[in-house]
């Protein structure tokens, strides 16, 4: 700050002095170089930019078929994940981010969560960031709006001049840089953009394919929108489940051939089909266990943003189920499988008694 002040002209700086809230931002602006890690992304649109996203980012945990990922977001943004998708539910009165169910899988506070977000927002100015949060008890912005703020992002967040725009829209992320303004957040349902216009509704600006899908075509229809899919940006949901009882889970094993640059059932094909079907390739591109592929996602998102990948410390290790439940640091492998094998089946067979009883309840109720 000193050394700005230095640049500036006497007569400038005590305009600057004297009027300290009225015209003070428009001198203190800087001009991002470098945006989410590539010069060449800050004079795009962020309607026009790939982002690589984390399904369910807090459900983490290994050896455990309610979660869809082995490291928490604070790993996930480092690793270069820029969106972060969540599901939101009441319980008492406080948000919390849950599996189905806070019985099935209870991630902790929204509050809690969004402090990560903004310890790495701070520490990266120069990124922009996206969440998704699905709003699976519909509750009002009004209430987001308050943890948003007891979190401290509320300031950083992004508020368009519409409640809904076209994928063209949208501004650069350099402006979004420079602004401050680089956390734009998408809610499922009961946005309101006159109550608070930074909890942008999902659906009439954001397309998405089908979701929990288990077999490896990944197609890409429009599953669900509420505008104009040929002028909205889009999503596409790629992981893979497997049925359980009837009950989709996640197919780990799948991890690493799912989130492939190339091959049947890979991401990278999903994207040439999507750009070849709609003219242009995904805005986001929602994945299960990240780190499986050793990065081939961010090559993906690379590739389809015409910048080269090449990341100056490896990303995480992948941590097979079956290997150590750790998930702070990189995975070992020098656990006894068999005894893992085992914990899984019991695991499988818990998860089973505990939809049972989830439907059981349904059914009294
Ligand atoms: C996925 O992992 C399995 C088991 O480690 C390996 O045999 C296979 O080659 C991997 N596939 C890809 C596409 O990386
Ligand atoms: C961005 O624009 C280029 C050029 O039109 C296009 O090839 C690419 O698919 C677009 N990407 C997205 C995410 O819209």
């Known amino acids: 700050m000193l050394s700005f002040l230095n640049y500036l002209t006497p007569a400038v700086l005590s305009l600057l002095l004297a009027t300290p809230y009225a015209s003070a931002t428009p001198y203190i602006q800087r001009r991002a170089t470098v945006c989410n890690g590539h010069a060449e992304l800050c004079d795009k649109s962020f309607g026009n930019v790939t982002f690589v996203g984390a399904h369910n980012s807090y459900a983490v945990g290994v050896n455990n078929l309610a979660t869809n990922q082995d490291y928490d977001i604070s790993q996930q943004l480092k690793d270069g994940i820029r969106m972060l998708q969540m599901q939101a539910h009441n319980q008492d009165g406080t948000i919390q981010l849950c599996h189905t169910a806070c019985s099935l899988y209870n991630g902790g506070t929204l509050q809690d969560y969004l402090g990560k977000v903004k310890t790495f927002m701070d520490a990266n100015p120069d990124e922009v960031v996206s969440l998704l949060i699905v709003n699976s008890d519909n509750l009002a912005p009004s209430l987001y709006d308050t943890v948003f703020k007891a979190a401290g992002v509320d300031t950083m967040s992004y508020a368009p001049d519409s409640a809904s725009l076209p994928a063209t829209g949208w501004p650069t992320l350099g402006s979004l840089i420079d602004s401050g303004k680089r956390l734009v957040t ?15 509704d999902e659906f009439t600006n954001i397309w998405e394919t089908k979701f929990d899908v288990t077999d490896t075509t990944f197609d890409c229809e429009v599953d669900r929108t509420k505008g104009d899919s040929s002028t909205q940006m889009y999503l596409i949901n790629h992981f893979l489940d497997e049925s359980l009882a009837g009950v989709p889970v996640p197919n780990k094993d799948q991890a690493n051939v799912t989130n492939s640059a190339s091959g049947v059932g890979s991401l990278g094909l999903q994207v040439s089909t999507c750009a070849t079907q709609h003219g242009r390739n995904p805005n986001f591109m929602l994945v299960d266990f990240y780190e499986f592929g050793g990065g081939s996602i961010f090559q993906v998102a690379a590739d389809a943003n015409g910048v080269t990948y090449s990341p100056t410390t490896p990303i995480a290790t992948p941590i097979a189920d079956g290997a150590s439940a750790s998930t702070t640091s990189s995975g070992s492998s020098n656990s006894a499988p068999a005894d ?25 109720l």
């Open 340 to 364: 893992f094998r085992i914990a899984q089946s019991q695991l499988y067979a818990a998860f089973g008694a505990m939809l049972c009883v989830v439907f059981g309840a349904l059914t009294i």
């Open 186 to 200: 998408f809610l499922s349902t009961t946005a309101d953009f006159t109550a608070v216009p930074y909890l942008i």
